[in-house]
């Protein structure tokens, strides 16, 4: 039994090297804002999909059967309530491209009824639905299964190392602009030069934070709580607090990966549209010298 997949395939032949040689080197550390932004939430998905581990979806509600498709009284393919497919290989060649990958935007078990009832209609079977299919309002309120993340590996890595040396290089870089920016004049006043400082001093303080530090003094300002009233709260408080934003970073977590994967399916997809457009054009390019 294999699960239904789809994917790109990219022929080697059509594969070019990038020409490094004519590109311009940056120091990240003074590109743009957006650049660095960038670059940094990339490298941090990276790492924290590097560290996490699967989430435990053997006892989830939508990974349940929804329903089996039987052939003469043998099952062919079986759906759960996500709308994964399994089949066997041969099987699952003849329906590649033929199933639908959503309905109306929608997984679930909408999109596990649609494909079932695609199969049974190219192979002639029949859909039988299981005793724990869900409907699509009860798997929509389904908590999504969550990844774990080793923070503390994560933390030890010499890539994680270098990218808290290079949001360093980017807080000095920011602390040097600012300074300059404001310069004071003759007429400041030494309480005017003071507030300029201290407002540098500030920003440093902030920026030699480490993300999760200052993600969670954010997740306390939406409680309406400062770092200094939290550490005098109760234990009890302190706990539920913390449990609270282990919840939010490990949904952030998920999101960032699902995100992360997009982006390099689209990637993979942009590279292929490139390769294909490449060859193409080499194609009309020998049939005219063949002329």
């Known amino acids: 039994m294999t699960h239904e997949t789809a994917g790109f395939d990219l022929s080697a032949a059509n594969v070019r090297a990038i020409d490094t040689s004519k ?19 990339i490298q941090q998905k990276f790492l924290e999909l590097r560290f996490s581990s699967g989430a435990d979806t053997s006892q989830h509600p939508g990974y349940n059967s929804y329903a089996t498709v039987t052939l003469n009284g043998k099952v062919v393919a079986r759906l759960d309530n996500n709308g994964f497919v399994k089949t066997s290989n041969d099987l699952g060649s003849r329906l590649h491209g033929e199933l639908p990958g959503d309905v109306n935007g929608k997984t679930g078990p909408v999109l596990a009824e649609a494909r079932a009832e695609k199969i049974a209609e190219l192979l002639g079977g029949k859909v039988e639905r299981s005793a724990s299919a869900l409907s699509q309002s009860q798997y929509e309120g389904l908590a999504k299964p969550q990844s774990n993340i080793d923070y503390a590996a994560m933390k030890a890595d010499p890539a994680y190392e270098q990218l808290q040396k290079t949001k360093q290089a980017r807080s000095a870089f920011l602390a040097q602009q600012m300074a300059q920016s404001e310069q004071p004049t003759p007429e400041e006043s030494t309480a005017e030069k003071s507030t300029a400082s201290d407002a540098v001093q500030d920003f440093l303080d902030y920026m030699s934070k480490s993300p999760e530090e200052r993600y969670f003094e954010a997740f306390l300002k939406e409680k309406g709580l400062t770092p200094e009233q939290f550490a005098n709260l109760p234990s009890e408080e302190k706990e539920k607090i913390m ?27 942009a590279a292929i549209a490139t390769t294909q ?13 063949t002329r």
């Open 23 to 41: 590109l311009k080197k940056i120091n990240i550390a003074e590109a743009s804002n957006e650049t660095f932004q960038h670059f940094v939430e």
């Open 243 to 269: 449990e609270a934003f282990e919840q939010r970073m490990e949904q952030q977590a998920m999101i960032s990966a699902a995100e992360s994967m997009t982006a390099a399916a689209a990637t993979k997809a």
């Open 277 to 289: 457009t490449a060859t193409a054009s080499s194609r009309r390019e020998q049939d005219e010298r």
